[in-house]
């Protein structure tokens, strides 16, 4: 028997647990597992599964130390003690699983560095893309090509919100709750809101596509706090569907090259693939030569998608476990053997669309002088609206041609000074075909 300890019994563990329980028409190699120990915090909170007695327990530190368990399956989220957690279980010769994409974007190397010099792997299939099959993917089945770019949809709580935002006009706090009581949402619903928890996963992501350590500060994130009603329905009448986006671009192979690495909401031609990727369902475009583009798309939250990922983890180890011999050399495309960090491009060299929304005073010229302002800076404009007045202000819709993100800025810098500009209501960027 493998014995696993698993740390948390919150959405994703009972998940996990309900799996392990139910073996029936799954692979055989499940009922070679025991679930041995399971930690929480609260003894006394309800739980959805039965466990044997002795088996729940406050005290973590019992079960990354318990000399019997070889896997340790870490579902408690954020980062302490998590990442402590994780680095004891490693140095006593746990194998990990982990859906924490928070404490790997932040602690990776040193993680990585501590399993490979105890001979252990560290698993993540279920940090990014829930029940979506993408890190293994990435390290294995794509691993003879050249990565160009991995665009992807991969919050699914932002995407229910701009999903539900966009078709039954909901209010944005009113489908927060729904995707907190699903189990969608980061304890901290923050994280998703605020792009953190795309931009964790799209740094995960790069590193494994472009082979090189990636720093979680150096990805440039926005969230869609920003993003109103008014500019989704403005971005559908001009064609586009408005989604939260994380890219990573660049060449691999040439080390000189740098990154792009950005989270952030984006109009995106309703004909794009990843515009039909609605509700919680995440969708991440990979593209590589010789492969071209290959889109893996499916529910990227929730209990049962996520739990997915973490037991297929659980039962790739036990697979490996049950195979080799006493002391078995890491299989170097399971582990991670990054050593040198990304180069990244800084946001203002990007050369993208932008999509922007004014509010103007009823003055002559006002579009004259967002013209010569936009041109003063080399920005050049695809078509600008004026949409009406309303209690003496008129908006203003501009969608720009590609160009240089620092431009753009300087030129709305001298916007926001111009007398007929009341405020300068919204500004998103638009994918353009050039960037991926
Ligand atoms: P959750 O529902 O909040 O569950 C967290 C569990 O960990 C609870 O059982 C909690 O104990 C326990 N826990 C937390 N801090 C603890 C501490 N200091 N000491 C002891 N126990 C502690 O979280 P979740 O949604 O399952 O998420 C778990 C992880 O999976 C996170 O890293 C998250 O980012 C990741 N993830 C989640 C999803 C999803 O759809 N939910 C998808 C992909 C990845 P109590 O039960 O006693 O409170
Ligand atoms: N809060 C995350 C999301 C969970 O909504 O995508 C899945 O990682």
């Not at 990354?64 to 870490?74: K, S």
């Not at 539900?164 to 995707?179: C, I, K």
Request: a negative charge; charged letters at 20%; proline letters at 4%.
């Amino acid at each position: 028997m493998f014995k696993v300890g698993l740390l948390g019994l919150g959405t994703v563990g009972t998940g996990a647990v309900k799996i392990l329980q139910d073996r029936l028409g799954r692979n055989p190699l499940l009922a070679e597992i025991e679930i041995a120990k399971v930690g929480v915090r609260d003894l006394a909170k309800a739980r959805q599964v039965e466990l044997a007695a002795g088996v729940l327990t406050q005290d973590l530190d019992s079960i990354v130390a318990d000399p019997e368990i070889c896997i340790v399956v870490e579902l408690l989220g954020g980062l302490e003690p998590a990442r402590s957690l994780i680095l004891e279980a490693i140095a006593h010769g746990k194998h990990i699983v982990t859906a924490n994409k928070a404490v790997i974007a932040r602690y990776g190397p040193e993680i990585y560095e501590a399993a490979n010099q105890a001979g252990v792997y560290v698993l993540l299939e279920a940090a990014v893309g829930g029940g979506i099959p993408i890190i293994k993917p990435l390290k294995q089945s794509l691993g003879a090509n050249r990565i160009a770019s991995i665009v992807g949809i991969v919050n699914g709580t932002t995407n229910y919100i701009l999903t539900q935002m966009t078709q039954a006009g909901a209010e944005f706090a009113d489908v927060l709750a729904d995707a907190q009581r699903l189990g969608y949402a980061e304890a901290d619903p923050g994280a998703d809101i605020d792009g953190l928890d795309a931009a964790d996963k799209i740094a995960i992501l790069a590193s494994l596509g472009f082979g090189g350590r990636v720093k979680r500060e150096d990805v440039y994130c926005e969230g869609v706090r920003g993003v109103s009603a008014v500019d989704i329905a403005y971005a559908e009448r001009l064609g586009f569907t408005v989604k939260l986006l994380a890219i990573a671009s660049g060449q691999q192979g040439d080390l000189s090259e740098s990154l792009q690495l950005r989270v952030h909401p984006t109009l995106l031609p309703k004909e794009h693939p990843l515009a039909s990727i609605n509700g919680v369902n995440n969708g991440i475009l990979v593209s590589g030569d010789p492969l071209g583009e290959v889109m893996f798309s499916g529910p990227g939250a929730g209990a049962g998608p996520t739990a997915s990922a973490v037991v297929s983890d659980i039962l790739n180890i036990v697979g490996i476990l049950s195979s080799s011999d006493e002391n078995p050399a890491l299989d170097p495309l399971l582990s991670c053997v990054h050593q040198h960090y990304c180069q990244i491009t800084p946001i203002e060299e990007l050369q993208t669309r932008f999509y922007a929304r004014f509010l103007c005073r009823d003055l002559p010229g006002v579009i004259g002088h967002l013209g010569t302002c936009f041109g003063d800076h080399r920005v050049s404009l695809e078509s600008i609206v004026q949409i009406g007045f309303q209690n003496e202000t008129a908006e203003i819709v501009v969608v720009t041609h590609q160009v240089r993100e620092g431009n753009f800025r300087a030129a709305l810098a001298e916007i926001q000074k111009l007398e007929g500009i009341k405020a300068i209501a919204s500004v998103l960027r638009v994918l353009s075909s050039q960037e991926v």
